[in-house]
């Protein structure tokens, strides 16, 4: 048997021709989208079904025409289905923009707020600051008023000067070492150091630095303060101090006026007292305002006052004494203030 054949259909050709180019086009111009590639993938599939039934089965070239014509509406209606939702993706990209735009706007708002609203803190800072040293510098010459007036009252007019005299350790043989003993100071002027002056007068006044000794040796001062010595190893030196509530001064009262040169006086710690020291060697720097930076406040100064005006040979003594190991410096036998004594005005030494 002769086997027949499938007569050509020009116009089918043709059609098949112009598909399969609008086929290409649609990929070249759509591949860029998700939708539009999936598009194209369902049309060449669906071109080639129809053909091969053209093909196989012999359909005539207008059953043909019909089933390509269907499938092209079939493509189009996937492309308007993907154009929707290319439309749907570019309003929300456009919605999440604007979002991102009123968030930053909000961030830079916020921002600003905060600045200005940290200035106003600021500011309201400095000026509860500034009010408070306000305050504080009137207790503080409140208190340099009360000062002045309770040293005229009960040690009169000045000046006001101190004797102290030394007990200085025996020899290794228990003997007494022949060498200076006594030492003056002048208090400093009670209209500069009112407060300091006061607390010290107080401290001969109770006699409570007989007893105490001189315990360390840092070199550039000697200090003394509320510890035995031989003559009274055990005894608490500080009770007194305690008991009169009489242990430091109530602010760092200071004045350049009467700077840490070389034998004054200072007393040691925050607050100042009960220790205190002599000078070796000029401290203005050292113990002025700003030189012990090792404390909180480090612009406050010890409080200098009163000088050595006799006896700078007995001050020598004691900084001439061997100190023990360490950072400290502690003599290695404290040096004992067995008396003081307030000079009577016909005692006074010419300054």
């Known amino acids: 048997m002769q086997r027949r054949t499938t007569p050509s259909n020009p116009s089918l050709e043709r059609e098949k021709v112009h598909t399969a180019g609008a086929v290409r086009r649609s990929f070249q111009t759509r591949s860029s989208g998700a939708v539009s590639y999936h598009a194209v993938l369902i049309f060449a599939l669906v071109l080639g079904l129809v053909g091969f039934i053209a093909i196989t089965k012999g359909k005539e070239g207008s059953s043909a025409m019909t089933e390509l014509q269907e ?21 929300n990209e456009g919605n999440l923009r604007k979002q991102l735009e009123d968030a930053k706007t ?38 340099q008023r009360h000062s002045k007036h309770d040293v005229l009252e009960q040690f009169g007019e000045g000046p006001y000067q101190v004797e102290f005299t030394l007990e200085f350790p025996l020899t290794e043989d228990g003997e007494v070492e022949e060498g200076p003993t006594v030492f003056v100071a002048e208090m400093a002027p009670l209209d500069l150091m009112p407060h300091s002056v006061h607390l010290f007068l107080e401290w001969v ?138 000079l009577p005005k016909d005692e006074l030494i010419s300054s």
């Open 71 to 91: 499938a092209r509406t079939k493509m189009m209606q996937l492309q308007q289905h993907y154009d929707r939702m290319k439309e749907t993706m570019n309003k």
């Open 106 to 143: 909000a961030k830079a708002n916020g921002a600003a707020k905060k600045t200005e609203e940290d200035k106003n803190e600021v500011k309201n800072l400095r000026t509860t600051v500034t009010e408070m040293n306000s305050r504080i510098a009137a207790m503080q010459n409140e208190i």
């Open 205 to 342: 006044g109770h006699d409570l630095l007989a007893g105490s000794s001189f315990h360390r040796n840092a070199r550039h001062v000697i200090q003394a303060g509320p510890s035995p010595y031989f003559a009274n190893s055990g005894t608490n030196v500080r009770k007194g101090y305690v008991e009169n509530r009489l242990t430091s001064v109530s602010f760092q009262e200071y004045s350049p006026e009467f700077p840490h040169v070389k034998y004054t006086m200072g007393f040691a710690g925050r607050p100042g007292g009960p220790d205190w020291y002599v000078s070796t060697m000029d401290n203005t720097s050292n113990h002025g305002p700003g030189g012990q930076a090792s404390y909180a406040l480090a612009s406050e100064a010890d409080p200098c006052f009163a000088k050595v005006i006799s006896g700078f040979d007995a001050v020598d003594r004691v900084h001439e004494g061997a100190v023990k190991p360490g950072w400290y410096n502690g003599l290695e036998k404290n040096v004992g203030i067995k008396k003081v004594r307030l």
